[in-house]
């Protein structure tokens, strides 16, 4: 009959909560009549009601893998963790594998949710007392802002791995990477070279090069005079007339505080190294190699003592090419024995990065002990550096305020320090470009010297 069509059929009868595992489904015409509520299906907030307790319960599943993951576990707890993620679902495993190529595959049993991978910090074992030494780092070009010059991105990447590594081949690279980014400029309509090219031009190329690496000094006073150069120009004057201007200052620039320095230093040095002295060096220089050289080519037979950097070992590059120039040279791979060698000595040259305003040297990590062990021996200090490597205005007593961390050697257990600090009371002189007759003055006098010659490049 009709009436008995509204009835549950057998074997598929249903609860509150849904349909019995074991429940065979409805035949697909076993609709309710109108006026009649059935009982077999679900209303929707019974719907929204079970949806809500399913996500509910994954969410606690979740929270019980990460805390199993987190804290040593069976293998068990494990699986469960690397097979739900943070919505309950599978299969993330393997994508957390290609974020992190770097890392050991993990196994099937033992893989680990991707929120528990996370990227190494190059500074992570960096006590936190020397947390404000900067260290170069290799930057993606993606990274840099947008007005970049492409020569300036070559020259950030080759300070970041230290194949520009010394102050002045920085610098003569920086000056000759912006001399590209003078001639490509042109100026916008509406605005002047004077008062657009350093705020939106210049300065993007400096932020970079400095995210890369500290910027050396010498680099600092480079960029101090080119800025000055630049502020010079009247609003009126014509583009090309002074990007012409700025060409020719770069062009005196490196010719004058480079090349004819360098020339003019290893000239004045090299007087005063007399016949059959035993000069006694640290690492490699070139402003100390050129002076050897130099001394060679006027004649003088002469004896050289190399004691190298153990990290950098730079000092046998300095000692083939003496070889080769057929001088006698004692080597010694690092500081062990520097006390007898250093008073066999007539004279220590050493090379500076840098010279602050009290006379105190920066140059590279052992340059002080080799300083301090000649003084103590009664042995003149002598050393080489360009005036564009001074800084007039900031003193330093020690090597924490600045510093740069050896990226290469940086490891949980220790770091290395790039450079140190030698107090002036430790050198004997300083050989600059405008020296004259092999005469050198003291460190703390440099500054008096310089404020007495007038600077052109700035004119």
Excluded at 128 to 137: G, L, R, T, Y
Excluded at 187 to 216: A, D
Aim: charge should be positive; glycine fraction near 8%; include cysteine.
């Amino acid at each position: 009959m009709a009436g008995e069509s509204n009835g549950t059929p057998s074997g598929a009868s249903t609860t509150q909560d849904g349909p019995k595992p074991n429940s065979a489904p409805a035949p697909a015409n076993a609709t309710a009549t109108p006026g009649n509520t059935n009982p077999e299906k679900l209303t929707p907030a019974q719907l929204k009601a079970r949806a809500k307790a399913e996500k509910a319960a994954r969410r606690a599943q979740v929270k019980e893998a990460r805390a199993a993951a987190a804290a040593p576990g069976t293998p068990t707890q494990e699986k469960a963790a690397a097979g739900t993620d943070a919505k309950g679902g599978k299969g993330k495993g393997k994508q957390d594998v290609q974020q992190a190529p770097n890392r050991p595959r993990p196994s099937v049993s033992g893989r680990r949710p991707s929120v528990l991978i996370v990227e190494k910090d190059a500074r992570s074992g960096i006590p936190e007392s020397f947390s404000h030494v900067p260290m170069a780092k290799r930057m993606p070009m993606s990274q840099a802002h947008k007005d970049v010059h492409p020569a300036v991105l070559a020259v950030g990447q080759q300070m970041a791995t230290f194949a520009l590594k010394d102050s002045i081949s920085r610098l003569k690279a920086t000056l000759l990477a912006f001399r590209k980014v003078i001639e490509s400029y042109e100026t916008p309509k509406g605005n002047s070279l004077s008062r657009h090219f350093v705020p939106h031009v210049l300065n993007p190329q400096i932020e970079y090069l400095t995210e890369c690496r500290p910027m050396c000094f010498a680099m600092g006073n480079a960029i101090r005079l080119l800025k000055g150069k630049v502020n010079k120009f009247d609003i009126d004057t014509a583009e090309d007339e002074a990007k012409e201007g700025l060409l020719e200052w770069i062009d005196l620039l490196i010719n004058e505080r480079i090349t004819l320095a360098e020339f003019s230093i290893a000239r004045n040095a090299a007087q005063s190294i007399n016949e059959g002295d035993t000069i006694l060096t640290y690492g490699r220089h070139r402003l100390v190699e050129k002076t050897f050289l130099e001394a060679k080519r006027n004649g003088k037979s002469f004896n050289v003592t190399i004691i190298d950097d153990p990290y950098e070992r730079s000092g046998q590059e300095l000692a083939k090419a003496l070889r080769q120039a057929d001088i006698h040279v004692l080597y010694s791979p690092n500081l062990g024995g520097l006390r007898p060698k250093v008073a066999e000595a007539s004279n220590v040259f050493l090379g500076g990065e840098a010279i602050f305003a009290n006379g105190s040297l920066h140059a590279a990590s052992g340059t002080a002990d080799v300083a301090m062990a000649a003084m103590n021996a009664g042995v003149k200090v002598i050393v080489l550096c360009e005036t564009i490597n001074f800084d007039r205005d900031r003193v330093s007593v020690d090597a924490l305020t600045y510093n740069e961390i050896d990226p290469e050697r940086n490891s949980a257990d220790c770091f290395r320090l790039l450079f140190d600090v030698t107090h002036d009371k430790y050198i004997t002189g300083v050989v600059t470009e405008f020296e004259s007759g092999g005469g050198n003055s003291p460190a703390q006098a440099i500054l008096a010297l310089l404020r007495k010659q007038e600077d052109p490049l700035i004119a």
